[in-house]
């Protein structure tokens, strides 16, 4: 058992005269060091007898001439010893001296040995494992900018570290160089692994599953441990990972592979992880399913019932919604930016408000909290939450948020800001150094006035929106429609939604309901539960299902839309989410399925790669 980094492998190197070594770099503290080892030590297997003898000598302050004659009297290191790899072995000693010297010397012999003596293994037929699953956010920042270069090298890096709250760990990395190091062609790996790899859009590289060389991993099948939880001190989505290492091009693709997923029996909420197997499958059931890409190759993975993904694969495909999609405002300080109006006075176009209380948004940062303070209305906009959306319905508290910019990049400079609306810029000032601290100003908007909030531009003052809960089952999936309504309550009809909603602007009220009943239907429902992770429904909604443009002169369109209009008037003001009667289902259903049977403007075909929602520019 060797205790090495996977990640972090010594890379083969020739130098001019032909002369095989292996390259390692060694962080520190302090420095990195490259350290280079004849790749004959390591094929003799003797590379922990050299290291042995350098660990000892160097504690005794021997020289590296006194250390060779030594090694050259060992019959199984002399025929190692040529004279390119007597200098790669002085250069490494001189730096185990140098380490010697900070008293590091014992502990970094012994990762080296480690660390190399694996490379003189010949390729194996299985390799089966349980790779850490450590966050990006997690890793020292050595090591993480070490790993990103092994990240880049397999292709692994699709976009950012984090896809919609779903941040990526360094189990594909060390999946990938397990399989690329050490697994012989057509040899199989089976690792334990995230279930988000197999959904998230930034395991993207992962799904693609290209090794170098021509090499590639074929999945041959996965297991979803999600509901049984095989870990007893954590609550991880597990999964199981089994792939097959081809050398053939494009032979690691598939439109299908069988997927098993585990449900605990009634009684059995969780499993043991001391249980023995027969006792797992006497408490479990697993029902055979499959795993299908939902998109172009390296998408997301459909999985479950076979049957499911048949019946409502009529929406693969993706929608130029895709492009108007956007998700709600961020601010990061909800205390200091939502706020309840006392009064409101049309003559002055003043509005009194207050912070909220600890009881109102409980697990929100303290602020110094304000009873009363007046501000200029024209900053107020009704605020929309993810918990207020229901089904074709929402129902808010009656806050409002202060939106000091009306996008995320194109600003009032802060002076003229100050002028325009001194009592706004008075409330903002007094949370100044709170305001300068917050996460997303500090990574987008730190060349901005210190007082700006993130994921605003025209479209979040748009009239019609259709929203929806960016955390919710995506197999329950809900969307509602929020329009203007006038009142002499406030100067602002428009309701703005929040950094948990994502929402699409529409053209009419008619389309927002068009594409509300669409996105209610049960065929999508079935689509978007067999893909989506419930922590990361945002645009890729549209990327990945095909859902044509509104249409008013189509017959379809106009009818989801009826069915919309209709049951928001049944349920206005209220947060409901049931589904509606079994044969208003159905109907709605039919014209779901045939709209997208028929074709209609602004859908793609299913291979048709569109603008990937993982690298939108704008937020």
């Known amino acids: 058992m060797y205790l090495a980094d996977a990640v972090n492998v010594p890379v083969f190197k020739t130098d001019a005269e ?35 003898e350098f660990e000892e000598s160097v504690g005794g302050g021997r020289d590296f001439a006194s250390v060779l004659r030594t090694l050259q009297r060992d019959t199984r290191v002399q025929p190692t010893l040529g004279a390119s790899a007597v200098l790669r072995l002085e250069k490494l000693y001189l730096i185990m001296a140098a380490l010697e010297a900070r008293e590091w010397d014992r502990i970094w012999c012994r990762i080296i040995k480690n660390s190399f003596s694996p490379r003189g293994f010949a390729q194996f037929h299985f390799i089966v494992g349980n790779p850490p699953w450590v966050r990006w956010s997690r890793l020292p920042e050595v090591y993480r900018d070490r790993v990103k270069a092994f990240c880049d090298y397999y292709g692994l890096v699709s976009g950012r570290g984090y896809s919609g709250g779903i941040e990526s760990d360094i189990s594909t990395v060390i999946t990938f160089s397990s399989a690329d190091n050490w697994l012989a062609d057509e040899g199989t790996i089976a690792f334990l692994i995230t279930w988000t790899v197999f959904k998230s859009d930034s395991a993207r590289g ?44 494009h032979a690691e693709r598939f439109t299908e592979v069988p997927c098993g997923v585990w449900t605990p029996k009634p009684g059995r909420a969780r499993i043991p992880s001391t249980a023995r197997l027969q006792q797992v499958y006497d408490w479990c059931e697993v029902k055979e399913g499959a795993a299908c890409p939902v998109g172009e190759w390296g998408s997301p993975l459909f999985t479950g019932d076979i049957d499911h993904y048949r019946a409502s694969s009529f929406l693969r495909g993706s929608s130029t919604y895709l492009d108007s999609a ?59 939450r993810g918990r207020d959306v229901g089904r074709y319905c929402h129902k808010t508290e009656g806050w409002y948020q202060l939106v000091p910019n009306v996008h995320y990049e194109q600003v009032l400079p802060e002076d003229e800001f100050a002028d325009r609306y001194p009592l706004g810029y ?64 406030q100067l602002h009809a428009v309701a703005v939604p929040d950094h948990k909603l994502y929402f699409a602007p529409t053209a009419s009220e008619e389309e927002a309901h068009y594409l509300c009943g669409f996105l209610n239907s049960a065929p999508v429902r079935t689509w978007l539960g067999g893909f989506l992770l419930g922590k990361q429904i945002g645009t890729s909604i549209f990327e990945y299902m095909k859902l044509p443009r509104y249409d008013s002169k189509n017959a379809h369109c106009v009818a989801i839309a009826d069915i919309s209009q209709h049951t928001h008037k049944t349920r206005d003001g209220r947060a409901e989410t049931g589904l509606l009667d079994d044969a208003i289902e159905e109907l709605l259903s039919r014209h779901v399925k045939a709209l997208c049977n028929t074709g209609s403007r602004g859908d793609s075909c299913p291979d048709t790669p569109r603008r990937r929602a993982s690298r939108r520019v704008e937020p």
């Open 206 to 249: 992962f799904r693609l599953s290209s090794l170098p060389n021509g090499r590639a991993l074929r999945m041959v099948r996965i297991e979803d441990l999600t509901a049984i939880q095989p870990f007893p001190d954590a609550t991880n989505e597990t999964s199981l990972y089994i792939a097959r290492k081809v050398a053939r091009e």
């Open 18 to 52: 032909g002369n095989r070594y292996l390259e390692y770099l060694l962080d520190t503290e302090v420095q990195r060091y490259t350290l280079e080892i004849p790749l004959e030590l390591v094929e003799a297997q003797v590379l922990g007898l050299v290291l042995l």
């Open 426 to 489: 008075s409330y903002l000032k007094n949370y100044e150094e709170l305001l300068r601290g917050r996460a997303t100003y500090r990574r987008y908007q730190s060349h901005l006035p210190f007082y700006v909030i993130y994921c605003v531009g025209d479209y979040s003052f748009s009239p019609n929106k259709v929203v929806w809960m960016e955390q919710q089952d995506p197999s329950a999936f809900r969307a509602a429609v929020i329009s203007s309504r006038v009142s002499r309550e």
């Open 326 to 384: 956007h998700r709600g405002t961020i601010s990061d300080c909800a205390r200091v930016f939502w706020v309840k109006v006392l009064k409101y006075s049309p003559e002055t176009g003043r509005a009194l408000i207050r912070t909220l209380t600890e009881e109102e948004l409980p697990r929100a940062k303290a602020v110094r909290p304000v009873e009363g303070a007046w501000i200029e209305a024209e900053l107020l906009w009704p605020l929309v």
